[in-house]
């Protein structure tokens, strides 16, 4: 069909033809256009061959010792492996968190030890408010004793 298409274009613009090659079915199309469609035994058939030649290819990889030797060996390295990197990765992860349990109970001793140094601190001020205070009133009271005793002195 695009080969008319192809000629006609050529002859619309007037051009020499040449001998355009005639492209020739493949054997695939000839014999999917003549086949014919199947009975139902046919089918069977066919079905039943096909069965039969692959359980003949699996009874012969199964005789083959040699082949399945390898493929239990390359398992096996294969679990190997994985029980190793897996091993490796236990191993790591219990490395972070004994880090990571030795990091918090250094920062609960460090908030420890702030709270009681901020304690300390608050006790330290609250006894220098209570001797300041008390201070102040001696302070206060030795003043008014000394006024008190000038006035008299003054007085006499």
């Known amino acids: 069909m695009s080969n008319s298409a192809a000629l006609a274009r050529k002859r ?3 051009m020499p033809q040449t001998a ?16 014919v469609p199947l009975s ?20 012969e990889t199964n005789t ?3 082949n399945n030797n390898i493929t239990e060996d390359i398992l096996k390295d294969i679990t190997t492996r994985i029980n190793d990197n897996e091993q490796k990765i ?3 992860y219990e490395s972070r968190f004994e ?3 030795t990091q918090l109970n250094d920062l609960k001793e460090v908030v420890l030890k702030l709270q009681m140094y901020t304690m300390d601190v608050n006790k330290v001020l609250l006894e220098n408010q209570t001797v300041l205070t008390t201070n102040d009133v001696l302070e206060t009271i030795q003043e008014e004793i000394d006024s008190s005793v000038e006035v008299n002195d003054n007085e006499s």
Do not use: C, M
């Not at 355009?20 to 493949?26: G, L, R, V, W, Y």
């Open 40 to 59: 139902i035994p046919q089918l069977f058939q066919l079905v039943e061959k096909r069965i039969i030649s692959l359980e003949e290819r699996f009874k």
């Open 12 to 14: 619309r613009a007037n």
């Open 99 to 101: 880090i990571l349990a």
């Open 20 to 35: 355009a090659p005639i492209p020739t079915p493949t054997n695939q199309a000839t014999a999917s256009g003549n086949r």
């Open 64 to 66: 083959d010792n040699g």
């Open 90 to 92: 236990i191993e790591e």
